[in-house]
């Protein structure tokens, strides 16, 4: 098991990067410091620095991980510093889809050329998500567990929420960060993924060029399965699953979100 180490004093530097669940903090040495926000539980910490090490090993472009450390009772994470900025800003700031997708798209086939046997299998993560999935009754749910039963399976290494905001374009290279989701599987299963983030999530009501952006989001779509070499109706079963497997991750506030998958599912007959 993985040791954590109990921090009292550190340099804590620049804060460089704020998330959802965690910030980012410049620490020296060519290191960052991924600190979680109060509360956040140590099990998903552990979770996600064993998913990183798992990839360290790999010959794939990421912030290597370190430990796992707390700091005034919050956990944390020690990486590679990556100076730069998210592909996603990238994007917005250039407006060029098609050269930004293609480098989302050649990145991603490493990813799941690569193979990770000892990690957890996306068919169970999805399997649980599902019968976790309030929004679902017992009878959709049980359709959609027989379509996942029927699903390849495979060890190849699947990043499970791969996107332009989790990548990070600096001076040496485009890195994969965030690895909280990592697992293995068939790769249509992270192709599906990625498609349903970067087409079904929907825009903010009050972003300014809010068509401009749905309009962008369905030309990136278009562009990035062209370059995966696959079509939507071929990942039409993994896509259903997968959807209605991220109904468990939204909150009730992401009411847009869960109608969009909802409509999806019923024209999927379920």
Known sequence: MQMIRMVKTVQFGELIGVGNTADVFDIGNHKAAKLFHLGYPESAMLTELHNSQL?????????????????????????????????????????????????????????????????????????????????????????????????????????????FGNLLVGKQGTYIIDFMNVCKGNKNYDIARTLCLIEMTPVPENTPNKQEIVKMKKQSADIYLREMGVSRDFLTDWLTVTVAARLSELSHDQSIEKNNILEYLSLQGL
Do not use: W
Request: aromatic share 8%; net charge negative; glycine share 4%.
């Open 55 to 163: 990839m360290n090993h790999l010959d794939i472009p990421i912030a290597k991980s370190y430990e796992a450390f707390v700091y005034e009772g919050r956990n944390g994470i020690i990486y590679d510093k990556i100076e730069g900025q998210s592909l996603l800003e990238v994007l917005f700031e250039t407006y060029d889809i098609e050269k930004y997708t293609k480098v989302l798209a050649n990145i991603h086939k490493r990813i799941v050329s690569a193979h990770l046997p000892d990690a957890i299998d996306c068919k169970a993560i999805l399997e649980k998500n599902i019968k976790n999935a309030e929004d679902l009754n017992i009878e959709c749910q049980s359709k959609l567990l027989e379509i996942l039963a029927d699903l390849p399976d495979g060890d190849n290494l699947c990043h499970g929420d791969f996107h």
